[in-house]
């Protein structure tokens, strides 16, 4: 065999064994061939696109370096005889030992019991004119090309375990290196953790998971929630329940398969030094590359492009897929980076859905999916891949678009514990209707889905109880999806067509421990934001209330030159994305002793809304439930919050809040081990991001300082990033004012001016932060409107503490105004003033079992 330039000069068998590594990474990095002498036989050490064939697992003889090293003298006269040798790094083929005359047709006997070698591509002689003195080129045929592809599909490589995005991408593919691009909060790190569960969990494949944003602990408790479908926050403190002890255990004794580096300085070339002595590696995660620069990262700032070329290299070089996440969508980064595959994480209209768009390089977008965002638990569900459109949704008029998909598939997967039989306690009748349900789920039936709907729900409403138990909290919840109210107009629609409507079906569950069930009609969360066109402009002269010129007035004669609106162009980037309506913080709560059950009722202007019914057992003695409403919480936050003024700038990370600055903080969810009142930051902590953390405002951060200086929490969480300002409290004072003296004023009055006070006293505060793009506003605010609802939902918060710790029982706390106790008949707790003015609250007592009315009830 004519030896081409590629090949270095011939070296016997001896010398190849000592230097056998190196040769090996000549082949892989450079398609260096070698000419191997033993005696009178010659064999060539070879890359595998001479011989595609070798990729195919099984076709011929493998063995892994450090085997073919001690064996090496045999394998180069196996290989010289016409048996091809493949050797292996871990159990992937890097390199093939070959005949070094092919075109002698000395593939032999051992090489026909394959013929897939010979339609997969042979040894190609790839013989440049060395007279020419040009370096010749490695040239495929087609049929190394087929085997290439036949032999190495990504089907047989490492999934996300959702189907989807598997659909979307065919998986993860080996040798290349896939970018998960995601901004803050949206669950990047969430689908490395899914490919590494799926790979090491399921699959039972070696997986090296480097870890540069989060720990060990909080990848363990994160696998945990994913899991068993347990809190992630819950788990942050430690309070695992016993089938979370008993699935941690298992991941324990299973988990030799997943292999964290969490060490600190953790750099590209760490874990490329690491990841050849991983015997059976298959998938390598880096988690997470940081867009900006961190002194304490080396995986951050202006060192990324160079560290995804190294972890590049790793994946064409151990040829396994390589998933590295980073924490921007910014496409002049990505382009920087340069990976072969990126995977871009956007949240879509509807916050129960996240697209992830599919593009590889040079080729652009191939695909798309959509997921569902379940950051409670620490993962995705799949939502398919399109949003379903509303003739389709199998849930009928009433429900969004996107939603009636996502919940369709939500309410299969939690049927299946019990369809399956792995689970009882519930009545044969709806075990029935579920196992339909996901049959038609499964086929993508809708007219199917429409059609067992309405006996859906009518089993379900027979249940009095769902089983005490994390999957019959599952399905209960994803059963009260479809008790959601419709309007009027559409229920008498539905019902016309002789269809249930969830009015007529209610769905009970035992609220969660700790936690409110959802309020699923007013309080539900607002997607829209109440205002209309028109609601921007100013007042009509003699108007009762002109809230919204006073409101501009007030920040206009501040001394802080406010910026009121933030530009257009400059929304999608900074702080701006990381402020969420979760931020509020607003409790919503239910005693765990207590069970709450959300029933029909029709307001007297024919609205159907739901209500608590709260049953509180026995042992919380004789009493009655004492119903506190707060007058004007959102004004009278107006009175002192805590702000800044002008645009907020990146501050990073803090050693201590101080107390000079406001604006948002990412930070730890504290510990709270108390059982009679809510956790400190409300539904906050239902949103963890992909770390645990989650953002808050600065009310919360000066209520916990309170709340450590007063020893009911044991250290002040860390301050990881921040964005602030110079903080101040007055901005909103004089609205406050000229509010507290209209309301004085009005209350009194009643009728329509009352209820016109009311009304452009919302739209002033609304049009902080007008939600939809094409309502105008003289604002654009969202610091500063969440910071008004953080600080009236920490004001309730603290009024309610005052009470259970004077020894008050407190039976729910609910958004900013709503605080439940169990008390004596006539008696309400002594730390609220009775009256109308602002501070002072509304109260009325209730029997146990009752349905609460709540606000112009």
Known sequence: ???????????????????????????????????????????????????????????????????????????????????????????????????????????????????????????????????????????????????????????????????????????????????????????????????????????HDMVLYAASGPNRDDIFRRIISAETGGEYARLKQGRLTEHEQKVAHQLVQAGDLLMIDDGSDLTAEDIRETAPHMEGLALVVVDRLQAAHSARLPLSGDRLPEASQVLATLARTLHVPVLAIVDSDDPALLGLLDADVTLTLSPTEHPAKVQVTVAERDFGTIGSAYLQPDLIHARFLDAGAAPLDHADSPAGPGLSTAAGGTAALELAEAALPYTSGGHQGIPSALTHELAAWRTAVAGGDQEALKEILPSLLQAAATVTEMPDTHEGHRLAAALRYYGTPVSADAADTTQSAGQATAADAPVQAPADKGQAQDDVAENEEDDEDGLAPGDEEDEPEGHVFPALKILKDAVGRSKMHPIKVIRKEERDSGPWPLITEHMDGEPRWVHPDVTATRVPHIRANGKRVRRDKIDVPDSFGEGVLCLIDRNGSFPSACSAVPLAPNKLLHTGPLDAYDKAGAGIYLIDIPEWNRTDMPHPLGRIIDRPDENGRVWVTTPHIKQLVRLVRDNHIGAMPTIYDSWTGKANESLFKPFYEATRKARIELVQVGGDPYKAYKTRLSIALRLLWPKRPAQRSPFWRPDWRMSIVAEASVRHWTVAFKAVQEGHTLVALRNVDQAIFWTPPGTPPSTYRIGTGFGEVKRKFVQSGETILEGDD
């Open 1 to 203: 065999m004519s030896q081409s330039p590629q090949e270095e000069g011939a070296i016997n068998a001896t010398t190849a064994r000592n230097k056998l590594y190196a040769l090996v990474k000549l082949v892989e990095e450079e398609g260096r061939a070698t000419v191997i002498t033993k005696h009178k036989v010659r064999a060539l050490l070879a890359p595998l696109d001479r011989f595609p064939a070798a990729r195919k697992t099984d076709a011929f003889p493998a063995h892994v370096l450090s085997t073919a090293q001690r064996d090496f003298g045999d394998l180069v006269t196996l290989a010289a005889q016409g048996q091809p040798q493949v050797l292996l790094r871990n159990t992937t083929p890097v390199a093939v030992l070959l005949p070094a005359d092919s075109s002698s047709d000395a593939l032999s006997s051992d090489m026909a019991a394959h013929p897939g070698a010979a339609t997969a591509g042979g040894a190609v002689n790839s013989q440049g004119n060395q007279d020419r003195g040009s370096t010749p080129r490695r040239l495929a045929t087609l049929g190394d090309a087929i085997g290439s592809v036949l032999t190495d599909a990504p089907a047989g490589g490492p999934t996300f375990g959702l189907p989807g995005l598997d659909t979307a991408t065919g998986g993860l593919q080996r040798g290349k290196l896939t970018l998960v691009a995601a901004r803050p909060s949206v669950g990047g790190s969430l689908l490395g953790l899914a490919a590494a569960r799926k790979t090491a969990l399921v699959d």
